[in-house]
Antibody
Framework: QGQLVQSGAEVKKPGASVKVSCKAS????????VSWVRQAPGQGLEWMGW????????EYAQRLQDRVTLTTDTSTSTAYMELRSLRSDDTAVYYC???????????WGQGTLVTVSS | VLTQSPGTLSLSPGERATLSCRAS???????LVWYQQKPGQAPRLLIY???SRATGIPDRFTGSGSGTDFTLTISRLEPEDFAVYYC???????????FGGGTKVEIK
């Protein structure tokens, strides 16, 4: 089945960057991609992008593509999401999820709360 | 854009729940997905390909629809079914995923 374990909560100031990790176990990392989804407090889900675990090819949501970078480290089976130029409205729980860029994600990380506050 | 209705559904255990997801443009059924989310938890995959239940999902959950109109039906609500439900669509070239705004199913 597999498991994704994310890094811990972060507090950042406006204008800073944050990098969240998502460590995979129980499956072959290079056989699946990883998507990133965020959820602002009390709000719905927003797709941020997807990265291939095989070759590192990434696709980004248009409205975030200038500020987000997805990467992988196959040696540690870990995916990373870096978000730059943080604003207060980036405060959210950030999730990673295993699967194809087309959705249907069965395996999710536990979520990482990122708080942006001065 | 995916529009879910109603925003909140107040029902009693044992009742039937019907949740709607309407797309602004025709969606391939292959790429219409439903998730359940409980407070403090990650979303859980319920339905993929508009009508296929994910592994371990009880048969009281049924997905249906095509084109621009999709429905998630919960035949008889169990206490653990009270949650928020999201529909999701995928469109390619460039790939993008869109979620509906969610329907909260609450205990009446």
């Amino acid at each position: 089945q597999g498991q994704l374990v994310q890094s811990g909560a972060e507090v950042k100031k406006p204008g800073a960057s944050v990098k969240v990790s998502c460590k995979a176990s129980g499956y072959t990392f290079t056989s699946y991609g990883v998507s990133w989804v965020r959820q602002a407090p009390g709000q719905g889900l927003e797709w941020m992008g997807w990265i291939s675990g095989y070759n590192g090819e990434a696709e980004y949501a248009q409205r975030l593509q200038d500020r987000v970078t997805l990467t992988t480290d196959t040696s540690t089976s870990t995916a990373y999401m870096e978000l730059r130029s943080l604003r207060s409205d980036d405060t959210a729980v950030y999730y990673c999820a295993r699967g194809a860029p087309s959705g249907s994600w069965r395996v999710w990380g536990q979520g990482t709360l990122v708080t942006v506050s001065s | 854009v995916l529009t879910q209705s109603p925003g909140t559904l107040s029902l009693s255990p044992g009742e039937r729940a019907t949740l709607s997801c309407r797309a602004s443009h025709s969606v391939s059924s292959s790429y219409l997905v439903w998730y359940q989310q409980k407070p403090g938890q990650a979303p859980r995959l319920l339905i993929y390909g508009a009508s296929s239940r994910a592994t371990g999902i009880p048969d009281r959950f049924t997905g249906s629809g095509s084109g621009t109109d999709f429905t998630l039906t919960i035949s008889r609500l169990e206490p653990e079914d009270f949650a928020v439900y999201y529909c999701q669509q995928y469109a390619g070239s460039p790939p993008r995923i869109t979620f509906g705004g969610g329907t909260k199913v609450e205990i009446k």
